[in-house]
């Protein structure tokens, strides 16, 4: 196996989104909830859990395969997605892997196992991870969080992870309802393991696995400031559903760090997208050749609008001049925009 050749300033390896919700592309437009949400267990209730309620086979492929198109025009050319579609669990994960590879994207998937929905429920999620898992499809076990799920799933949960040599990804106080997570997460976590958030955790929380934050998400459902250079754990990048323009997503932690410790470089920040990279192996054999040089962090962080010209994944051209060579990007946004009106119109009927 040859070596792939090395990287020219205007060049870097693909960009990794370390935790997306490719479900949530159809989202931008959506009915207003029944109600204003004025807490973050309000947004949940009144919004993302209302959503995933109504999606159904077709919208999330057509969320996949426009959240895909998306990452791919941002120079994103792997996801770690984490899913949850309670009225169409079964086959769910196959239908976004399938997707995604029509795009050309690389793409790692797990289902959000819940007691939101009673034991059956549970039960369902847990058995699409295996599903998926068993018939060779790259992923982990999701899991939505820890005040969701009774023990028993937990457990459950992480032995069927250990059963398939993969790690749990997993929401972990991201708001105060789950401040306790770590007490009850513990034993059961390992290196493998992807915890989501972590802006209530103590510092020496004692979680093993990597935290994955999520700046602009945080902000924008307003649980606060993770600081996440405090913990010892590796930190990687993730947008939770918006989007997978990671270098936005940089340049937004940089920002958010910068405003709690003025003395902060765009260093730290950089090296979560190593962590990513880490996460996603094969994507350092990804080229993507961008319209700006060089690609450094420090001007990086001060330069919006850098977009990528050309990507190579697996050794196959599949953006050229900017534009997708696989799919037909002004179809696939047409026709997702014709499920998003399906979905929405779910939306407006639902109790």
């Given at each position: ?66 959240g895909a198109l998306e990452a791919l ?66 992923g982990y076990v999701g899991v939505h ?32 309802d789950d401040a306790g997570a770590a ?169």
């Amino acid at each position: 196996m040859t070596e792939p050749p090395e990287l020219r300033p205007d060049q870097t390896t693909g960009m990794v989104c370390a935790h997306h919700h490719l479900y949530s592309a159809l989202a931008r437009g959506m009915p207003a909830p029944p109600r204003t949400p004025t807490s973050f267990i309000e947004i949940l209730e009144q919004v993302w859990w209302r959503l995933d309620r109504a999606l159904d086979a077709d919208t999330i492929h057509w969320s996949a395969k426009l959240g895909a198109l998306e990452a791919l025009e941002r120079g994103c050319t792997a996801i770690i997605d984490h899913h949850e579609s309670p009225s169409a669990i079964d086959g769910s994960l196959g239908i976004i892997a399938d997707a995604c590879a029509e795009v050309g994207v690389r793409v790692s998937c797990s289902y959000g196992v819940t007691d939101r929905h009673g034991a059956d429920g549970a039960r369902r999620g847990l058995a699409e991870n295996e599903r998926f898992l068993s018939e060779g499809g790259r992923g982990y076990v999701g899991v939505h969080a820890a005040f969701t799920c009774t023990d028993d799933t937990l457990e459950r949960a992480a032995d069927l992870a250990t059963r398939f040599g993969v790690g749990v990804h997993i929401h972990v106080a991201e708001g105060a309802d789950d401040a306790g997570a770590a007490d009850r997460l513990r034993h059961l976590a390992d290196d493998r393991w992807l915890l989501i958030h972590g802006v209530h955790l103590a510092d020496d929380h004692g979680l093993a696995g990597t935290i994955v934050h999520n700046p602009r998400s945080n902000m924008n459902n307003a649980v606060g400031y993770a600081r996440p250079t405090r913990f010892a754990n590796p930190i990687a990048l993730g947008t939770d559903g918006i989007g997978a323009d990671m270098l936005d997503e940089f340049r937004v932690a940089y920002a958010r760090l910068r405003e709690h410790d003025v003395r902060s470089t765009p260093d730290p920040v950089w090296a979560m997208l190593d962590v990513n990279r880490r996460l996603f192996p094969e994507a350092g054999d990804d080229r993507v050749t961008w319209s700006y040089e060089p690609m450094d962090p420090w001007r990086l962080a001060f330069s919006p609008g850098v977009r990528p010209l050309r990507i190579e994944i697996d050794g196959d051209v599949v953006l050229e001049d900017g534009l997708p060579t696989r799919v037909d990007a002004t179809e696939i946004r047409a026709k997702a925009a014709e499920a998003a009106e399906r979905l929405f119109q779910r939306l407006e009927d639902m109790p």
